[in-house]
């Protein structure tokens, strides 16, 4: 379960992404000769105007080629004689399989009204990429198309979140209001606070959550020494301060309030609130994990790439089902999407970087830039293959 989760998953993401560059290049006007899931050699496609639609045998990424991205000089005579032999080669298969005999004078005849059709095609479609090509666009047309897909990313991870919101239909606990659901029997609490009791402040810091509360409460516990805690509550919408001592709990060798939270049910509002309040925690704990990445704080061995990504993906399944396909859904795609924005030659973020000059009006010379791409494209092969490495010793 865990590989056909993580093709479904993988491909649903990397379709979003490509989506974004494919819908944005299309705006713009830009030829698109090829829109792919995945990578390898073609399992299914149909061409549909200019673009082929296609999906391709490794479920790892996917690819919009726009023309005019290279800066290429096109060679006429270069691609006659290249076309000219793939003619030949088709024509000879053709009369093979067919059993025909033809003669010398037609065979050159066919050949040459081959050729010149495809002639035709190909400097008309050159014609296009020198008027419409990528790099003829503005830099603003250019900076969307480009960061196109990790916004796709960014939104669909924000849909996620509140569809799973949704099906949860109460505020996950770490966001709800410190509202007291049920006090322990062994609490002191008991008899100062009720339930409905909804905890403002603890020794004058103002509360917004449960998760702020627990904070301080742990806080607290560390040197506790049998001193009052001031609590102000709202009851039956009225401020009360109720002093209230902690109880020792053995399970968790900590000073407790002995509380328990009201589940509270979620609103539209609170959703959409919540949705992107989640995803700026997803966010900020991707970067803290890129910049430990960099910093040497974790090893890279600790990586997890697509290889690894069926054992991470069935573990989560057999613990939470579809629901946690869901979360799993949100943090891949955050992560793409941030990973896609690192300024790394040959990645959205590393293309971005070489945009950005031209807005102050800075040229780079585009044969420069798609050198240091290719290097960064060497770079992150080399990377994936170590990634890939470590994912397979996981196994054993």
Do not use: C
């Not at 479920?59 to 270069?78: C, H, R, S, T, Y």
């Not at 998760?211 to 001193?227: A, H, L, V």
């Not at 924005?341 to 070489?354: C, E, S």
Request: net charge neutral; no cysteine; charged share 25%.
């Amino acid at each position: 379960m865990g590989i056909i989760f993580t093709i479904i998953i993988l491909g649903i993401i990397v379709f979003i992404h490509e989506l974004g560059h494919f819908a944005t290049a299309k705006y713009f006007g830009m030829p698109v000769t090829e829109f792919a899931i995945g990578m390898g050699p073609r399992l299914l496609s149909v061409k549909k105007e200019e673009t082929v639609y296609s999906i391709r045998i490794l479920p790892l990424g996917g690819f919009v080629n726009i023309e005019g991205m290279q800066p290429e000089k096109f060679d006429l005579e270069a691609f006659k004689k290249e076309r000219m032999d793939e003619i030949i080669e088709e024509l000879k298969d053709e009369i093979n399989s067919e059993n025909n005999e033809i003669k010398d004078e037609q065979f050159i005849s066919e050949v040459e009204k081959r050729l010149d059709a495809a002639v035709k095609q190909e400097l008309k479609r050159q014609e296009n990429i020198q008027k419409n090509g990528f790099f003829t666009k503005s830099p603003f047309s250019r900076f969307i198309v480009l960061i196109a897909g990790v916004v796709m990313n960014f939104i669909s991870a924000l849909v996620a979140l509140y569809i799973m919101l949704s099906i949860a239909g109460v505020v996950p606990p770490q966001y709800s209001q410190a509202i007291v659901g049920e006090i322990e029997q062994n609490s002191k609490a008991n008899g100062k606070l009720k339930v409905n009791d909804k905890i403002l402040t603890i020794n004058g810091k103002n509360i917004a959550n449960w998760s702020e509360m627990t904070k301080k409460i742990g806080e607290i516990s560390q040197n506790y020494k049998n001193e009052d805690v001031i609590l102000k509550v709202l009851r039956d919408n009225k401020e009360i301060t109720e002093n209230v001592k902690l109880a020792y709990n053995e399970k968790t060798r900590s000073n407790i309030l002995g509380i328990h939270l009201l589940s509270q049910k979620s609103t539209f509002g609170e959703r959409i609130k919540i949705s992107f309040i989640m995803f700026g925690d997803y966010f900020k704990l991707t970067l803290d994990g890129v910049k430990m990445l960099v910093t040497g704080k974790v090893a890279m061995k600790e990586m997890t790439g697509p290889v690894g990504l069926p054992k991470v993906i069935g573990e989560a399944y057999g613990q939470g089902g579809l629901f946690a396909m869901l979360g799993v859904f949100i943090l891949i795609s955050i992560n793409i999407g941030i990973m896609n924005l690192l300024p790394i030659p040959a990645l959205d973020g590393g293309r971005l970087i070489f945009i950005i000059p031209e807005f102050f009006g800075i040229k780079i010379n585009k044969k420069i830039e798609e050198k240091i791409h290719l290097i960064g494209m060497i770079f992150l092969l080399v990377l994936m293959m170590i990634i890939v490495f470590f994912d397979v010793t996981k196994y054993f």
